[in-house]
């Protein structure tokens, strides 16, 4: 079966404990189950690394952006993906210890690790084409915070004034701000803690004044709001009470070591920390994006991972709800960042992560080869568990503890002594599979992995595979002097509404042009004097200014279509030239406002000049002839332009750009296709049970049979004999007795031919059942494809749809002369 579009992930094999060897029955995970999360386990050596790379892989190449936090440096491994699967793409990055140790050159070695990578697929029923697959199904970067040897990460926009539904929301506000300041002090080596130290209570309180009053807060900006805060008590305490100015200056001056060093310059240049951006590409394609945190210190790590995990909160909570799989967040080693006992700024954001995330569709997998130090009570929120081989009998007792949480949660029975056995078998690449959405555990051997684990990647293997100074001109560089990314034409134009643009001038009349720009000596002091039916409107200006007439139309624009269920109203506010010729104003000319209506203003400027105003747009009536053809030109042009998936049976919104609607046409796949998946296992779930069931009772009649004509074949055989026997011992070649004894064994002859006929025409029955069973899996199997297919969002094509305004659509709200700068 093709597993690839049906959100299945191929993670291996099933494997039989008892003969130690890997079956030939696949071990498919359904990829909806790790939206309740999982969990991985295994110490060093038992394969963890690889299955949760074989994880990630899959949900790439079924279109789920990845998020991969990496203490260690293995998850870079990602991105050596080896089509050709030659020795010349292998050699470059193979580990020179290990060829040396081999007494090989790289390049030898490099093809015999190709040769070793080529086979090590064809076992498992892969090959280089897989590879391009995984290749193009999702763009893969390495982000490295605090070092530009990767990706750079800029983390100004993290201590930015949240949006307005965090301020509103006191629990989501308490928690950015918390985790802002524990982060802050703890890169800064303060101990604080939360509540308890003044340090924490005074950071809080800078930060959380700040983002109420809708203001930014940055580095510099906190040192100085420490020295002088603007408040003047803190709770129901003097400021000078609570926290004096001196104990003030020692904190504000740990702060600026912190910004003084020249290591942390790295920690303000780069991509934003924008969870959706480091998800899907410009173009709205996925991406694997891998946050190598291995070159930073405890602090360091601590201080960033907090960010990441408060941002990811707050872009999840943005989203809508989905039961299917719409990220993965894979934590490579998660061991310190949720202790049992500890609160470290790590531990709020995972906890709201592993109850609330399954609402929005985002999977957490959490991996760790140290299993004693969890919170396993968080834990037990996880659905999935990946159990491999385990160094002290103490891990195992503690990761059976926390399985029994699990099972408790859930209402399963649980079997300690059988899996304790089980867990005590594992070998190398050996995981006990236990999901809650199964009835039964699985133990499986890991599929090989397409990308190449070379093992940890050092500083000059990232900037080399990142290509760090081709990233680097990539992005563009604000007057801030903070790297931004290069803008998207995606991003910067949506393309649900085409900005009016001029169009070609009617035939026989040429397009009123911008006057030139007017002297000081034709232009006036003054305002003109005109009809006061005629709104003037001024944009407010420097003295000195010359200010020039143009015609401002401002009208409510009203759409409506029940088919592509659009119900929508947008003001529009277009400006056009007013020329002296015969045509005085033409709309086919206008531009879209380049000021804010609201800021206009009825009185004029001071010092300021304003140029001649033509003949035509002195007189009242003119205004009433050009707002009706303003009012009409509107309801001809004002069209906007959507995209519509036909398969997904989804419209753009007006203002959504195209790249967030193709992410969100992915998610909508995605959901149909789980959906329509369902209701083919349902439907065809019964008829399967029932001919299993049948398959079952068949094989029991035929060992039932078998039992009964070696029973009936050993007695007539025993009959038989003690006839011969008699009858050769015998004084008399024929008895009574050898005479009964010779009819019972030929009464048995014919009872063992009979039940050997029963077992034939049994073994028959069961051959005839399972050719049912097989054929009713096989339409299962069908019709699965046919919806893989269906629902596969590369073959889906987006439509344009013109909209076009209502009849009767059009309500101009504001209609004048507006003066604004030559």
């Not at 299993?692 to 070696?710: G, I």
Request: net charge negative; proline share 6%.
């Amino acid at each position: 079966m093709d597993y690839e579009k049906l959100g299945l992930f191929y993670l291996g094999k099933q494997y039989d404990i008892q003969a130690r060897a890997r079956t030939d029955v696949p071990v498919l995970y359904d990829s909806s189950d790790l939206v309740t999360h999982a969990v991985i386990v295994g110490m060093t050596g038992s394969g963890k690394t690889g299955l949760g790379i074989d994880l990630m892989e899959e949900a790439a190449i079924d279109g789920i952006p990845v998020l991969a936090v990496d203490p260690k440096g293995d998850l870079a491994n990602l991105l050596l993906t080896f089509p050709g699967l030659s020795g010349a793409e292998f050699a470059p990055w193979v580990n020179q210890d290990e060829a040396r140790a081999a007494g090989q050159t790289p390049e030898a070695y490099g093809a015999a690790e190709a040769a070793k990578w080529a086979k090590g697929l064809a076992d498992w029923g892969q090959d280089g084409e897989r590879i391009t697959r995984l290749k193009g199904a999702a763009d893969f970067v390495v982000y490295t915070p605090g070092s530009t040897m990767g990706r750079p990460v800029s983390i100004v926009e993290s201590f930015a004034a949240p949006p307005a539904s965090v301020v509103d929301d006191p629990d989501l506000l308490g928690d950015r701000v918390s985790t802002a300041a524990t982060s802050v002090l703890t890169l800064a080596g303060v101990d604080a803690e939360p509540l308890r130290s003044r340090e924490h209570v005074l950071v809080s309180t800078l930060f959380a004044d700040a983002w109420k009053a809708g203001q930014d807060m940055d580095l510099a900006g906190l040192i100085g709001a420490v020295q002088n805060p603007p408040i003047e008590r803190i709770g129901v305490m003097d400021l000078e009470a609570f926290f004096p100015a001196k104990d003030r200056f020692t904190l504000a001056m740990q702060l600026n070591q912190l910004l003084a060093a020249p290591s942390f310059a790295a920690w303000l240049q780069g991509d934003p920390l924008d969870i959706d951006a480091m998800l899907y590409t410009p173009e709205g394609k996925p991406r694997v994006a891998v946050v190598s945190i291995a070159h930073l210190d405890d602090h360091e790590r601590m201080f960033f991972v907090s960010l990441l995990l408060n941002e990811l909160v707050a872009w999840m909570r943005a989203q809508r709800g989905t039961s299917s799989l719409r990220a993965l967040v894979y934590f490579d080693e998660i061991f310190g960042f949720l202790p049992p006992v500890a609160n470290p700024p790590s531990k709020a954001p995972l906890l709201k992560l592993l109850k609330q995330a399954r609402a929005f569709g985002v999977g957490l997998t959490l991996a760790t080869q140290n299993p004693v130090d969890l919170d396993y009570k968080a834990l037990s929120n996880c659905g999935t568990w990946m159990l491999g081989r385990l160094q002290t009998e103490r891990d195992k007792a503690r990761v059976l503890d926390g399985l029994e949480g699990v099972a408790a949660s859930s209402g399963e029975g649980f079997d300690r002594a059988a899996l304790d056995q089980l867990l005590s078998s594992l070998g190398k690449r050996i995981f006990l599979l236990h999901n809650v959405h199964e009835k039964h555990p699985v133990v499986f051997e890991t599929r090989w992995t397409l990308s190449y684990l070379r093992g940890p990647m050092g500083r000059d293997e990232i900037r080399r595979l990142c290509g760090s100074a081709d990233a680097a001109s990539r992005a563009t560089v604000s007057d801030s002097g903070v790297a931004r990314p290069p803008q998207s034409p995606a991003d910067s134009v949506p393309s649900a509404l085409s900005a009016p643009s001029a169009a070609p001038a009617p035939s026989g009349l040429s397009a009123p042009s911008a006057a030139p720009a007017p002297s000081a000596l034709s232009a006036s002091s003054a305002a003109p004097v005109l009809d006061p039916q005629i709104k003037q409107l001024f944009i407010p200006s420097p003295a000195g200014s010359v200010l020039s007439p143009s015609v401002l139309g401002v009208a409510r624009v009203s759409y409506s279509d029940a088919k592509l269920g659009i119900d929508e109203t947008r003001d529009v506010a277009l400006v056009t030239p007013i020329a002296d010729g015969a045509v005085a104003v033409d709309w086919e000319h206008a531009e879209p406002a380049s000021f804010d209506v609201d800021h206009l203003e009825t009185r004029p400027p001071a010092g300021v000049a304003f140029a001649p105003l033509p003949a035509a747009a002195a007189r009242a009536r003119s205004y009433a002839a050009w707002e009706t053809a303003f009012a009409r030109w509107a309801g001809q042009t004002q069209a906007i332009e959507l995209l519509r998936s036909v398969r997904a049976k989804v419209t753009s919104a007006p203002d959504e750009s195209e790249r967030a609607f193709r992410i969100r046409v992915t998610e909508a796949m995605h959901e149909g296709r789980d959906a329509a998946l369902e209701k083919v296992r349902a439907k065809h779930a019964a008829k399967i049970r029932t001919a299993e069931d049948k398959v079952r009772r068949a094989q029991a009649a035929v060992e039932r049979e078998s039992q009964q004509a070696a029973e009936s074949k050993v007695s007539t055989a025993v009959s038989f004999g003690a006839t011969v026997l008699g009858a050769l011992l015998g004084r008399k070649a024929v008895s009574a007795s050898t005479l009964g004894r010779a009819t019972t064994a030929a009464k048995g002859m014919g009872r063992m031919s009979r039940e050997a006929a029963d077992v034939a025409r049994a073994e028959a029955n069961v051959e005839a059942l399972t050719q049912q069973l097989a054929d009713l899996q096989a339409a299962l199997e069908a019709e699965m494809q046919a919806v893989g297919q269906q629902w596969d969002p590369a073959t889906d094509e987006l439509e344009r749809v013109v909209v076009k305004p209502k009849r009767g659509g059009v309500s101009v709200q504001l209609f004048g002369l507006v003066w604004q700068p030559h």
